[in-house]
């Protein structure tokens, strides 16, 4: 039976581990503040401010600040180039969670000399072939980031931005070898997301409480898609005394916005990685739920480029996990594998580490 592999790193690390990767780096603020920060020196974000009454009774500040930003009549195109820049940098901190990537899955951007958290970023998927006769390849991710743009207001408000995902690839395995260790995989990749100030799903749940339109509310806000590919070499080795698992990978999507904010002017980047992930699993020697407890040791690495090298101060990461396999196939459950894994992650500047949990079906 072919297994279905679901990597749920990040999501177990964040919301039950407690647990999550956090990478320190001094440079990496600043490049978050360049991908989507205006010119204050000329231009200043257009900020509504407004005062309302919580369920609690308590006087809550609320406030949007919104894509656009206003200067003299006669300095239109620079307006425009700093709307663009803004959507751009915006698509490609999106491009770092549309595909299942170890490195990225679990991810805080600390800055190291004030120890603020610049940008969150957790993501969760898998992939599988149906069968051996029917090699149709699917994989899915979920990601979620959150991050601050920018100090463009003097008061000391956290105003952050929400970024959701859905990505998703339909591939097909063409064995390169007789026993089909070897399979050449080619994946069609397609993503669905949408950008989300903290006013503005603010604003919604307002809307739902007191029954009033509160549009303004909703300023900071873009829905974005993605196209693309990439085309996976696999190479599954599996023996009774051990189990090797390599696969080096080349991905690309490009991302682009729609049905936004100044819809005239619409943004575009593109997600573009090499990665190389490697998993060796072996018998420990003893026994559990009738079957060999597994070590497991685990290598990959990804290497960002066109618009996201260097977009977070790092051209690529490396992973190192170690960890233990438990075997549940002799039960009527429907979880055959359960791996815990520590992982230590490092790259230019950076480094960190997360727990995980993955699972096999």
Not at 87 to 105: A, E, H, N, R, Y
Not at 153 to 172: E, R, T
Not at 271 to 291: E, Y
Not at 321 to 344: A, K, M, N, Q
């Amino acid at each position: 039976m072919k297994r279905i592999h679901l990597n749920l790193l990040s999501l177990l690390s964040h919301c039950i581990m407690k647990n999550k990767s956090r990478i320190k780096s001094s440079m990496t603020k600043s490049k978050i503040k360049s991908l989507i920060q205006a010119d204050h020196n000329n231009h200043k974000g257009k900020l509504y401010i407004m005062y309302t009454k919580n369920l609690i009774g308590r006087s809550t500040l609320i406030f949007s600040l919104l894509f656009s930003t206003y200067a003299s009549a006669d300095d239109g195109s620079r307006l425009s180039s700093l709307i663009q820049k803004r959507k751009d940098g915006i698509l490609t901190l999106m491009g770092f969670t549309v595909f299942p990537d170890v490195t990225t899955s679990s991810l805080a951007i600390d800055n190291a000399a004030s120890d603020d958290t610049s940008l969150q970023q957790t993501t969760f998927g898998g992939g599988f072939t149906l069968s051996d006769d029917f090699p149709l390849y699917l994989e899915g991710t979920a990601g979620y980031s959150r991050y601050q743009p920018t100090d463009l207001i003097a008061i000391d408000i956290p105003l952050k931005w929400n970024s959701f995902s859905l990505s998703g690839g339909i591939g097909w395995d063409f064995p390169l070898t007789e026993n089909r260790e070897l399979k050449l995989r080619p994946i069609v990749n397609f993503s669905l997301g949408r950008v989300e100030s903290d006013a503005s799903l603010l604003g919604y749940i307002l809307e739902s409480k007191i029954d009033r339109d509160l549009k303004f509310l909703h300023g900071g806000t873009m829905n974005t898609y993605g196209l693309g590919g990439s085309l996976m070499l696999d190479w599954e080795h599996y023996r009774e005394n051990y189990e090797i698992d390599v696969e080096l990978r080349y991905s690309y999507m490009q991302l682009r916005s729609f049905k936004s904010e100044y819809t005239s002017i619409e943004g575009s980047s593109d997600a573009n990685i090499l990665s190389l992930w490697t998993r060796w699993r072996a018998p420990t020697g003893f026994i559990m739920l009738n079957n060999p407890l597994r070590y497991v040791i685990e290598g990959s690495n990804t290497t960002f480029l066109g618009k996201q090298r260097g977009a977070l101060g790092f051209n690529y990461l490396t992973t190192i996990g170690v960890g233990l396999e438990l075997d549940s196939s002799d039960y009527p459950v429907f979880i055959t594998r359960t791996r815990l894994i520590y992982r230590y992650t490092f790259g230019e500047n950076v480094s960190g580490f997360a727990m995980g949990l993955a699972m096999s079906f």
